[in-house]
């Protein structure tokens, strides 16, 4: 009625780009992940074990996530324990970011 119209008569609606969110980056980055690989999350401040390392699988669950603690100078301590395992990205991003996580790199 009120918009322009296409060659068939009908109104073309315009599309719009669908913004993509930091959750979605980094759901798209887990799930680009190579067997074998992992990525790094570090939590809020208030937690004491701060480090979330997620590794890909290659058989049983898709993914394997281990929480380690820091050393003095706020970096993975190294005595990681595994923590869950997950089939989809979606749900360990969501915990992640629940708690105030972003990726870590150092």
Known sequence: MFGKKDKEGEVATPEKAKK?????VMIGQ???????????FRLGEIYVKP???????????QF??????K????KPLGKRGKFWD??????IVHWIVER????YRG
């Not at 887990?30 to 790094?40: C, N, P, Q």
């Not at 050393?71 to 706020?74: G, K, S």
């Open 86 to 91: 997950a089939d989809k990205a979606k749900d």
């Open 30 to 40: 887990l799930d680009s992940l190579e067997a074998g690989k992992e990525m790094t």
């Open 51 to 61: 480090f979330i390392s997620v590794a890909r699988n290659s058989t049983g669950k």
């Open 64 to 69: 394997t996530v281990y929480q380690d603690g």
């Open 100 to 103: 105030e996580g972003t990726i």
């Open 20 to 24: 993509v969110s930091p959750v979605d």
């Open 71 to 74: 050393d003095a100078a706020n």
